[in-house]
């Protein structure tokens, strides 16, 4: 998954994604805790979401020593992609989302100091599909896990575009 430069507000987030050649995953249902909570404002949480491609994880290990810095980002961009399936599933459609706030928790080795760099191959996919709605406040961290020894996890905050 290679990631551009893109910043037309005007654009349909849908047409975005498939100039991108990508297509929103399905989003499935785990009977142990929901995908995402709306409150009452009309914000939406999405639950943290892995780099799952229909249905297993790619890749594992610990970024800056089993995994490179260019395999989490491809990661990212699908943990980001997934969570952006659940945001459109939540709002009711790809081109109602507005990225609020953006949670990243990368696994990393002892001294890697890159997180911001792995997250950016996330934030730049929100831009690309949803331009000016897309762009938000965002937290990089190194963690010593993850579930199911996944390199990358992120979680959002979302809402309906105005």
Known sequence: MSIHTWTDTDTDPGAALAALGL?????????????????RDGTVYVSGQLPYRDGSLPLTGV???????????????TATLNALA??????????????VQMLVFVLSAPGFGEQSRVADA???????VLGEHGRHARTAIGVAGLPRNSPVEVQMVCEARA
């Open 23 to 39: 297509e929103l995953p399905e989003v499935g249902d785990d009977p142990k805790y929901i995908n995402w909570r709306g409150s």
């Open 63 to 77: 970024v800056g020593d089993t995994v490179e810095v260019e395999a989490a980002r491809e990661l990212m961009a």
């Open 86 to 99: 659940v945001a459109a599933d939540a709002l009711g459609g790809l081109e109602r989302v507005r990225i």
């Open 122 to 128: 996330g934030s730049e996919l929100l831009v690309q």
